[in-house]
C-alpha cells in the first residue's frame, strides 16, 4: 500500500486535533515523521500536543524545529513561548512571544500572554501595557481585565486596579472570588470585612 501523502497526513493529523482526538492524531504525526523529511506543521501539532499532555520539554522541542523549518509562524510562537513559559525559561518565552506580537499586533492573545512573562519579569508597566492592549482589541475579555487588576494593584495603582476588577465583575460575576483573594493580598490590596459591600462597589465602580 502506497505511504500517505504528507498534505494528507497533516490534513488529517488537523482534523484529529480539532476533534480532540490527541492519541491518533499524535499517531498520524508520528507516522508522518518516519515516512517524510520533518515538515513544519507536523513538528507544530506535535509541539501542541506535548502541550496538551503536560510534557514542555518536548513541546519547546518540536516547536524549535517547526520554526527552523518555517520561521516567524505565529501560531507556532506562541507554543514556543508558552512551552518556554512552562519551564520558566523566561527570556525564551519573552523573544518567542514578543517576536509573535511583532508580527502580529492585533493578536489580542500574543498580547495577552507577553503580559504574563513582563510580570513574571517584575516589568509591571510592561505588563500593564501589554493587558491594555490586549483589552483594547477585545474589550469583553474577563482574564485580562482580573489579570490587569493584578498588576495594577502590585504597582500600587489600586484605584485604577478596582476599576479593572470592576469591568470584569460586571462581564462576569463568577470572577468575584479571585478578585476578592487579590485584593486580599498583605501590603498590597484592601481589607472589606462584608464582601457584599465589596460586590457593591465592584458594580458601582466606573468604567
Known sequence: MATPHIADLVTLA???VN???PQRA??????AV???PPHPAVHQLLA??????GQPAGALSHAALSLKLRPDHVPTLLVLGDAALAQRDLPAASKALERAVALAPENADACFKVSLVRQDLRDLDGAIAALERAIALQPERVDALVNLGIV?????RIDDA??????AYRLRAQTFGRIAHALAT????RLWLNLDDLRAELAATPA
Not at 501542541?48 to 499532555?53: H, S
Not at 478596582?162 to 469591568?167: E, F, H, I, Q
Not at 498583605?186 to 490590596?189: E, I, L, S, V
Open 48 to 53: 501542541v500536543l506535548d502541550m496538551q499532555a
Open 186 to 189: 498583605p501590603g498590597a490590596g
Open 152 to 156: 495594577l494593584q502590585e504597582a500600587g
Open 14 to 16: 488537523v482534523r484529529l
Open 162 to 167: 478596582l476599576r479593572a476588577y470592576g469591568r
Open 34 to 36: 518516519a515516512a517524510w
Open 19 to 21: 476533534a480532540n482526538q
Open 26 to 31: 499524535r499517531i498520524v504525526c508520528e507516522q
